[in-house]
């Protein structure tokens, strides 16, 4: 009904539009405009620390940080010169630095809320963004990841990851929450 009185319905990803059934029965009333990002491109070679980062809300039924910690303790003790630093704040702060100690990694650091401006610097000093949400509705920290230069990986568990990451070439997709095909990646 709404799409029949609107002039155009707007949604962020041209892979939504497949989903939404009222494209098929309003075809050109349903376009996509992508969310766009004013994070300059980091085009020269820097050096860059062994941080593997996350930056976004901890909230584990969205982000699926605690999958992050399990992926993390898969490969923590071979890599012994690389840290995780976990950026964000939200309701499961407190449950996840619990479980990150009773999976007792070593080197995991929650930063707590994490402007935008130290967010950018810290994405412009990592190696590695990952992403492990359950659901997402864009993802423009992909975007922020790949214009710092931070490699994402990322599950490709919503339609507009594909849109975002072509895999192999400026990040890598995971089929949807394999833990261990993540942590192999991520090694």
Same mark, same amino acid.
């Given at each position: 009904?709404?799409?029949?009185?609107?002039?155009?319905?707007?949604?962020?990803?041209?892979?939504?539009?497949?989903?939404?059934?009222?494209?098929?029965?309003?075809?050109?009333?349903?376009?996509?405009i992508?969310?766009?990002?004013?994070?300059?491109?980091?085009?020269?070679?820097? +050096?860059?620390?062994?941080?593997?980062?996350?930056?976004?809300?901890?909230?584990?039924?969205?982000?699926?940080?605690?999958?992050?910690?399990?992926?993390?303790?898969?490969?923590?003790?071979?890599?012994?010169?690389?840290?995780?630093?976990?950026c964000?704040?939200?309701?499961?702060?407190?449950?996840l630095?619990e479980?990150?100690?009773?999976?007792?990694?070593e080197?995991v650091?929650?930063?707590?809320?994490?402007?935008?401006?130290?967010?950018?610097?810290?994405?412009?000093?990592?190696?590695?963004?990952?992403?492990?949400?359950?659901?997402?509705?864009?993802?423009?920290?992909?975007?922020?990841?790949?214009?710092?230069?931070?490699?994402?990986?990322?599950f490709?568990?919503?339609?507009?990851?594909?849109?975002?990451?072509d895999?192999?070439?400026?990040?890598?997709?995971?089929?949807?929450?394999?833990?261990? +095909?993540?942590?192999?990646?991520?090694?």
């Amino acid at each position: 009904y709404i799409t029949s009185k609107a002039n155009r319905m707007v949604l962020l990803s041209k892979n939504y539009i497949t989903d939404f059934f009222a494209a098929k029965i309003f075809p050109s009333k349903v376009i996509s405009i992508s969310n766009s990002c004013d994070m300059p491109f980091i085009e020269n070679e820097i +050096e860059r620390s062994k941080t593997v980062v996350f930056l976004g809300r901890l909230h584990n039924e969205h982000k699926g940080v605690d999958m992050l910690l399990r992926i993390w303790g898969k490969i923590e003790k071979e890599f012994t010169d690389w840290r995780l630093l976990v950026c964000g704040d939200g309701p499961d702060r407190d449950v996840l630095l619990e479980y990150a100690r009773f999976l007792r990694l070593e080197r995991v650091d929650f930063q707590g809320f994490t402007p935008p401006a130290l967010a950018s610097k810290i994405l412009q000093n990592s190696s590695i963004f990952c992403l492990t949400s359950r659901i997402e509705g864009f993802g423009i920290v992909l975007v922020e990841a790949e214009r710092s230069g931070a490699v994402p990986i990322a599950f490709d568990s919503y339609p507009v990851a594909k849109e975002l990451i072509d895999n192999g070439v400026n990040g890598i997709l995971i089929r949807p929450f394999d833990e261990d +095909e993540y942590s192999k990646q991520l090694a």
